[in-house]
């Protein structure tokens, strides 16, 4: 394995063609395990009634490099520190750590007869589906239960069980899954050397937090981003926290149609072709009914199809969300005793986001004609997997006025921050905002672009 921080990155971007390879970027410290205390993750990593966790403090390196490469490829440095996406939802919403309860509340770390899983019971139909998984008419506590009944059976075992209910659910690896890259990348178009990020058409169609961040990153870079929902299925962020929202979605605009419908149909389709990169997260059947697999389209030159899912278009019956995800791909930090805990809030979402985003990004560079596949699984276990620091122990030191971490080498301490809330830009638009103003001009969708 190498020591130097960025190779990851660089082998990522060489996966996509003669992309522009980043400088290595500098520390905000001088220290990736103080890059962690600085970020307000660390923060949310540990016991609630124990000191927050340093473990997962190199993959700081790794994000900051990624960063970096990001900028490069935008040719201008982002308004954005991405060492704060890690914990920004959490700073919204006041989150705390909760040790083997995730940030979030929805996902928990479940000891097996011979390890840990995962299972996140984020919707009512999950909770619902508790009796069946456990072969019972009714539960009284279903966390309580599927904490009983997991003890004598295998993770692995345990884990596929849940999955055959549609529930997210993963067993956590003895050491990360090796993985080359994030992503897979093949082939749908011809390149272009004339596609540019600066003015490129973003089509966001996906929701909740990775795909949303890669747009805005995106959109950071100069890229023109419209977020498109379904009237009868919008994002489901919208009504959770507003800052959070806005956050991600202000300066994009808005086009909401009827999936259901033919013109709806027929609108989205003509907003995909017109689009430089397209964002999705939906399992690939789900687009196929709607006539958009990316591999059954005539794209044109240049065209990048980013697609984010659990654990990748090659297994599209598996369902997953951050924290699960997270535990798959074995990013979790170790309390004192040696036991996993959660590592920050739904960790694998904003990697994941940051990810696709580079991805995109190097692909434009070469020219575009790719699908870049990506899984939060992969983007989870390359981050487990960060280059290690050779800068000797980190001890965290606690008192009442909070947690340090000390750096020897460097002769620095940095203190643990807590997450902090996110700044928007502005108001994210209302759903559907633009869709008059931007399908009104039908004909020209068809083009390079979608006239404002």
Known sequence: MTDDPAEPVRRWLRSLGDSP??????????????????????????????????????????LRETGAALAHLAGRPLPIDLALVLSVRAGAM?????????VGGATRLLRASDGWCAVTLSRPHDLELVPAMLGRPHVTDPWQELTTAVRGAKASEFTDHIRMFGVPAAALPTEPPPVASPWQASTIAAPDGDVK??????????????????????????????????????????????RFYDWLHAGHESVAVDFTLP??????????????????????????????APEGLDHRAGKVWVSITGYGRSHPERV???????????????????????????VADPLTGVVAALGAMGALACGGGRLIDVSMRNVAAAFAAAPPADHGP?????????????????????????????????????????????????????????PR
Do not use: Y
């Not at 169609?205 to 929902?229: M, Y």
């Not at 699960?324 to 791909?329: E, M």
């Open 21 to 62: 390879l980043p400088p290595a970027a500098a520390s905000a410290t001088g220290c990736p395990f103080l890059d962690w205390a600085a970020s307000g993750a660390m923060e949310l990593t540990g016991q609630a009634d124990g000191p927050p966790v340093l473990t997962p403090g190199p993959m700081a390196a790794l």
């Open 94 to 102: 006041n989150l705390t750590r909760h040790g083997r309860t995730s």
């Open 197 to 242: 990020l600066e003015g490129a058409l973003v089509v966001d169609l996906s929701s909740l937090w990775a795909g949303p961040l890669c747009a805005r990153l995106l959109g950071l870079a100069g890229a023109r981003v419209i977020k498109v929902e379904s009237t009868r299925r919008p994002d489901g962020a919208r009504t959770g926290n507003r």
């Open 263 to 292: 013109e709806g149909r027929g609108a989205l389709a003509d907003l995909v072709r017109a689009a430089d990169v397209v964002i999705e997260a939906s399992r690939p059947r789900a687009l196929a009914q709607l006539g958009l």
């Open 320 to 346: 997953a969300f951050g924290d699960d995800a997270a535990v798959a791909g074995g990013l979790v930090g170790r309390s004192a005793d040696g036991e996993p805990v959660f590592c920050a809030d739904a």
């Open 394 to 450: 980190h001890p965290v030191r606690t008192s009442a006025a909070g947690a340090v971490v000390e750096c020897p080498a460097l002769g620095r301490t940095q203190k643990v921050l807590p997450p902090r809330a996110p700044v928007p830009e502005g108001t994210a638009a209302e759903m559907g905002a633009d869709t008059v103003r931007i399908l009104s001009r039908g004909p020209e969708l068809r083009g390079r672009a979608v």
